[in-house]
């Protein structure tokens, strides 16, 4: 199969003040940036004024420019903390704004928690969601627990594990995202 240049938005789910997913966000943003492969775009949920008009529709002027991300994307990236073994309601909300646009596009999940868990409990509670909204998951997750020793002012930990299973997490979405791409334009 031939690699093919993907589009894929982050979008970190929490509007909480000083969080540290956005940093974790952030991280990805450069690691991507060194792949020739895929066109990275970093949205924070902070920066998106949740709409009083219809939800699932494209027709959102509010946040044209996520809209506008999304519907040019081969998929997308969430970064997203735990809260309460759930996910946020604002990424909620976010991800609720457009339903066809994510039709047959790939998904991939990076967890965040400043516990020993990594987020592990919000991305199983994600997928389903992910998959109603028509899009594609991976097996591969990142999971950045203890978050705040990793990435930030106060971080101290070498990140080489956590380096190798961002590697592996996109190395798959390229995967994924190549051939649902060429599926897309073939069919
Ligand atoms: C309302 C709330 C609920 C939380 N619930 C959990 C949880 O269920 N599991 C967990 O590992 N961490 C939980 N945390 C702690 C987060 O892991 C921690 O805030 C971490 O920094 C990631 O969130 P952030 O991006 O908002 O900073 C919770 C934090 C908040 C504010």
């Known amino acids: 199969m031939k ?5 894929l938005p982050i979008l970190v789910g929490t509007h909480r003040k000083d969080n540290i997913s956005s940093q974790v966000g952030r991280y990805l943003y450069e690691k991507i940036q060194k792949r ?10 902070s920066d998106i ?16 420019s996520y809209a506008h991300a999304i519907q040019n994307s081969d998929g997308i990236i969430i970064v997203t903390p735990e809260y309460n073994h759930g996910y946020p309601g604002t990424l909620k909300s976010i991800l609720d704004l457009f339903l066809d646009e994510y039709m047959h596009k790939v998904a991939g999940i990076v967890g965040v928690s400043s516990g020993r868990f990594g987020g592990v409990r919000v991305v199983e509670q994600l997928l389903p969601v992910l998959r109603e909204l028509g899009l594609v998951t991976i097996h591969t997750d990142v999971y950045v627990s203890e978050a705040q020793t990793y ?3 106060k971080a101290t930990k070498d990140t080489t594990v956590l380096d190798e299973s961002i590697e592996k997490f996109l190395d798959e979405l390229s995967w994924m995202g190549s051939v649902l791409q060429q599926g897309r334009e073939q069919t």
């Open 3 to 7: 690699q093919t240049q993907l589009s």
């Open 36 to 45: 020739t492969n895929i066109t990275p775009d970093l949205f924070l949920a």
């Open 49 to 64: 004024v949740l709409p009083q008009d219809d939800y699932g529709q494209a027709l959102n002027n509010t946040v044209p």
């Open 151 to 153: 990435v930030g002012e």
